[in-house]
């Protein structure tokens, strides 16, 4: 149901490119061929003749302007007068002034909350929406099934003249997640039906290559495990498909302890002895590699009999009743990231790299002057050293070791942007486009920006839990678990400056109220206007660890504790995780100041005495 019209009318161009309306339509759901997910709309008012662009990003919109200013000028032989839009960041760019400037084209730009005086382009936009929903429908890939309409007819006593029709719509809403599919049958009829298929046939050449299996006949009492396909598209920073990837697992939810498996514990780096290291590194000016292990799981030597069905899709036509007996791991077992640990911690160590003590998956290798650090996050390795042959003939030993492939100069680690100035021996890291990525999964990136995590007095407590039936179903609808777990990992890596903040709401997960998730959607708020943010090291005369400890409970009134004992239980956590760092920086033997005491900051003396 659209407004009613309304009455003023503005003067119409007398000539072509008199006048042109332009505007930004998205963010569209529907991901369009190429990873589009934006429009921008050039119209003419005297012919009404109108051209369509699609963008990734508005902030495209200065280039298909150039575009289009190219072509119409070229072809009709005119030039562009005025241009009308709102008022939309991507418009009111410096670029953007400076061109219009230039070309002598005079901006009209329409009031905030006054679409009416632009409806050129609205009537324009949604017409194309229109033909988008109808064609989408028509081709059965909507996401939203047919509705049953029933029209009452109403009268607006305000305006007598003027009748209007409420429509009450109901029916079954369907959800479909068209980025992915999710079963091998999916995935053959889907439009990138092929790019899938290439993607099976080259994880099973993988199989075949590193003979993860042999075609067996079912022993007798053996009940195989199943598998299935997992399906992935691999984007790049600015989020366009890089490659697609089908992954063969293993349902190892059916594997029995003690039958077909044993240990299953496997370490990871923890991203706080990455940040140091990227510290260092920024410091001395290292080099920092990257490398990427293909089919890492599949390099794992198994220890049990473990038995598989055949792939769907690819089961073997003359023993289609044999079964796979596994003769390497595969991921989905439960000891496959185990059995690649082992095997690679065993391969590096005959390389002449040492294992850091305190912590698992950081390695290191001395020669004279020469120094190697090496970190493996199950299947990402970061590789930062002083001397680039020394980093040449490890890059090609692993490659020699197992199939890797060489990412050059690290850029893009777990999410995490890495970005260097050489020149001033900076080095910054940012999750910007992790976070952009949160906030459309939580239906968060067109709100406004939040300028503080959390707002100054907020007191959050048991008495904020749904007190109604109907509260509580309603909140059990919203994500707030996956909420705090996705901005945890933005802090963990880089936004500890969200940590009181996510430590506050963290501790109502169980039976969040509608106060609770307010508050969760504030540290949103913030991320979005933050999102560009950078946790910068180097610039430093030299290398020291601080350390700052701090608590507070005056506003927590589920538990009125000791605000010195709190800062004192503090301060004891700070020294142990002071004591771990000293440790292993100790070990790394780069950073000859860490053998001094660390000092530990805290504001409460009653604590301090």
Not at 148 to 153: L, Q, S
Not at 192 to 214: C, F, G, H, I, P
Not at 584 to 594: A, R, W
């Amino acid at each position: 149901m659209t407004k009613s019209p309304f009455t003023g009318k503005s003067e119409r161009a007398s000539d072509l490119l008199g006048l042109i309306h332009l505007d930004v339509c998205g963010l569209i759901n529907t991901q369009a061929r190429g990873g589009f997910h934006y429009f921008i709309t050039f119209t003419d008012d005297f012919s009404r003749y109108g051209y369509v662009y699609l963008m990734h990003h508005k902030s495209e919109a200065l280039v298909k302007f150039k575009e289009f200013k190219n072509e119409v000028q070229n072809q009709l032989g005119k030039t562009i007068k005025t241009l009308r839009s709102d008022q939309g960041r991507e418009y009111l760019s410096l670029e953007f002034d400076d061109l219009l400037k230039e070309c002598g084209i005079v901006s009209q730009l329409i009031p905030p909350g006054t679409p009416q005086w632009n409806g050129v382009f609205e009537r324009r936009n949604r017409t194309l929406l229109d033909m988008f929903k109808r064609r989408h429908m028509s081709c059965g890939l909507g996401n939203v099934s047919k509705h049953n309409h029933r029209i009452d007819f109403l009268r607006e006593r305000h305006a007598p003249e003027r009748y209007g029709f409420l429509i009450t719509t109901h029916g079954d809403i369907l959800l479909i997640d068209q980025d992915k599919p999710k079963t091998y049958q999916e995935a053959v009829v889907s439009p990138d039906s092929e790019k899938w298929l290439d993607a099976m046939r080259s994880e099973m050449d993988s199989m075949y290559e590193n003979q993860v299996w042999t075609l067996v006949d079912p022993p007798e009492g053996v009940k195989p495990i199943g598998c299935k396909w997992v399906f992935k598209k691999k984007t790049e920073m600015d989020g366009n498909v890089q490659t697609y990837k089908g992954r063969l697992v293993a349902k190892g939810f059916h594997q029995i302890h003690g039958v077909d498996y044993d240990e299953t514990f496997s370490p990871i780096a923890m991203f706080k002895s990455i940040r140091i290291l990227l510290a260092i590194a920024a410091f001395h000016d290292y080099e920092i590699w990257q490398m990427d292990v293909k089919i890492a799981f599949l390099n794992g030597k198994l220890e049990e009999d473990v038995y598989m069905t055949q792939p769907e899709g690819f089961v073997d036509p003359k023993d289609a009743g044999k079964i796979c007996k596994l003769q390497r791991s595969i991921y989905g077992l439960k000891q496959a990231s185990r059995s690649w640990n082992l095997r690679f911690n065993d391969a590096i160590k005959e390389f002449g790299f040492i294992k850091n003590e305190d912590k698992t998956c950081v390695y290191k290798k001395v020669s004279g002057n020469t120094i190697t650090f090496l970190v493996l996050y199950v299947d990402d390795i970061l590789i930062m050293g002083n001397d680039i042959p020394t980093l040449k003939s490890i890059t090609t030993w692993l490659g020699s070791c197992f199939s890797m492939k060489d990412l050059g100069e690290a850029t893009y680690i777990l999410g995490v942007k890495i970005y260097r100035d050489r020149s001033r021996q900076l080095l910054g890291l940012s999750q910007g486009t992790y976070i952009d990525k949160v906030l459309k999964r939580f239906n968060m990136e067109e709100y406004k920006r939040g300028f503080l995590p959390m707002r100054h007095g907020i007191s959050l407590s048991k008495e904020m839990y749904p007190s109604t039936p109907q509260e509580r179903e309603r909140m059990s609808k919203i994500p707030y678990t996956s909420a705090i777990g996705s901005i945890m990992y933005a802090m963990l890596c880089t936004r500890s400056d969200v940590s009181y903040a996510l430590s506050m709401t963290s501790g109502y997960q169980v039976d969040p109220g509608e106060g609770h998730w307010t508050t969760v959607k504030n540290i949103l708020k913030y991320l979005r206007r933050t999102k560009d943010t950078f946790l910068i090291y180097g610039g430093e005369e030299e290398l020291s660890v601080k350390d700052y400890a701090d608590a507070r409970f005056q506003t927590n009134k589920d538990d009125s504790r000791s605000q010195s004992e709190a800062e004192y239980i503090t301060a004891s956590e700070a020294a142990k995780e002071a004591v771990w760092i000293k440790k292993f920086i100790i070990e790394l033997g780069v950073v000859p100041s860490i053998s001094d005491a660390i000092e530990l900051r805290c504001d409460n003396n009653g604590a301090i005495a």
